[in-house]
């Protein structure tokens, strides 16, 4: 399954905490996840892992800011941001 946003970046995309997902997720936006996602998430703009978020596969975006669990590894081209609650398990590059 592959979830693509309509392109309107200044929508915010948000995956709710209570809310899974398995397969790719892409964005040409933002997004925050606080729910989980196993498979890619590829986005254009900001990626957010909430305190209660998690990802479990790869993540390529242009920033991160993560507070929650990564088994992922990360491709990021400019800002990676890890809070005192980031458990990443995964390369960083």
């Known amino acids: 399954m592959k979830v693509y946003s309509n392109g309107d970046s200044t929508m915010p ?3 709710a905490r209570g809310t899974n997902i398995t397969g790719d ?3 040409d936006g933002d997004i925050r996840i606080d729910g989980k996602v196993t498979g890619k998430v590829l986005a254009k703009g900001k990626v957010v892992i909430g305190t209660e978020g998690m990802v479990e596969g790869e993540i390529n975006c242009k920033n991160i800011d ?3 669990q990564l088994k ?7 800002l990676t941001v890890l809070k005192a609650t980031a458990k990443i398990v995964g390369d960083i590059e």
């Open 25 to 27: 997720l892409e964005t």
């Open 66 to 68: 993560v507070s929650g």
């Open 13 to 15: 995309n948000i995956l």
């Open 72 to 78: 992922a590894n990360l491709r990021v081209d400019e």
